[in-house]
């Protein structure tokens, strides 16, 4: 079991993954998010009438601050030093939904494919709390890592067709 599930010892128990051993190597992870709502609400952000501010910017923020707070989030996820963290949030009012983007990047022994869902993940929530009062069924979905670049497992890329 503890080949195909790092977290997991030969016991079958829950464990930190040691990478005492490993090499520290250049890693970078991208992970995308999309928070559907209607053609109104998405205006009001976009046109800055939104009563609590930015609504961009403030969930630009918590997504930078929840990658850095990965480690006390997630149980098993080791504490990283990141040395950038990147959040993009662009409004597609084509599709009524505002596309998430979050990079995370450092060089470590571990990856950090976890900060980066986390960013998104994060970020997508921060606008559904500052916009829930106007419109409580916006749905955040297709929360995925993109990309991911370094690290023994090597370099994976998204592929939506391979579903």
Known sequence: MS?????INADGNAHMVDVTQKNVTERTAIAQAYIEMSAETLAMIVEGKHHKGDVFA?????????????SELIPLCHPLMLTKIEVDIIAQPEYNRV???AL?????????????????????LTIYDMCKA?????VINNIHLSEKRGGKSGNYLHNPATK
């Open 3 to 7: 080949e195909n599930f790092t977290h």
């Open 58 to 70: 403030t969930a630009r923020i918590a997504g930078i601050m929840a990658a850095k707070k990965t």
């Open 99 to 101: 596309e998430i983007t």
């Open 104 to 124: 995370c990047k450092l060089s470590g022994k571990t990856g950090v494919e976890m900060e980066a869902l986390t960013a998104v993940s994060t970020a997508a």
């Open 134 to 138: 106007v419109q409580k069924d916006m």
